[in-house]
């Protein structure tokens, strides 16, 4: 049986609390067999953001995974990618991303596009339940990671995930690039 406790958050497996899911996440993590490999616990939503979930359940940064989506458009084409990079590091939004996306400019999606095309809570966008053909770039510090906090696509839950699984993830592009 795995084992979902880091820091103070104590989980279980997925599978027997779907209620603390978004649809999209819950239907990802089916469709990938992995309701039991990954924990879900409940946190108070108002602790949901990254700086507030590591002081109140003594998370490394390193541990706590952050999902961003970036954009950009290439002939009238909008290209969107995931990135998944830990609280430590910041996305290299303007050279790496900006390259494997190949556009001219790359930016973080407005709050309103990235909830509707995530169909997920701001706050709780995670990279498991995203549109199918969007490319999921992972540094490669996260998957170095025994055990990372993700969203769960909404604000009153985190889900506790073996770094290795993310590379899992439809999509999923491994690179030290992403966050340098």
Sequence with gaps: MTSFVLGGLDGTAAGE????????????LTALGLLEAVGVVPIDPAISDTAATQEAYGLEAASLVNCVLVG??????????????????????????????????????????????????FG?????????GWPVLVAAAAVA?????VGSGVRRSKLLVPGGLLARIPGAEVADGVAP
């Design 17 to 28: 609390r779907p209620d603390l899911l978004a649809a999209p996440v819950l239907d990802a």
């Design 145 to 149: 990671q025994p055990l990372v906090v």
């Design 72 to 121: 950009g458009a290439r002939g009238g084409d909008q290209r969107v990618a995931a990135c998944l990079v830990p609280a430590d590091r910041r996305a290299d939004v303007n050279g790496f991303v900006r390259r494997r996306l190949d556009v001219r400019k790359a930016s973080f999606l407005p709050r309103e596009q990235a909830v509707e095309s995530s169909g997920m809570e």
């Design 124 to 132: 709780g966008i995670t990279a498991f339940g995203l549109p199918a």
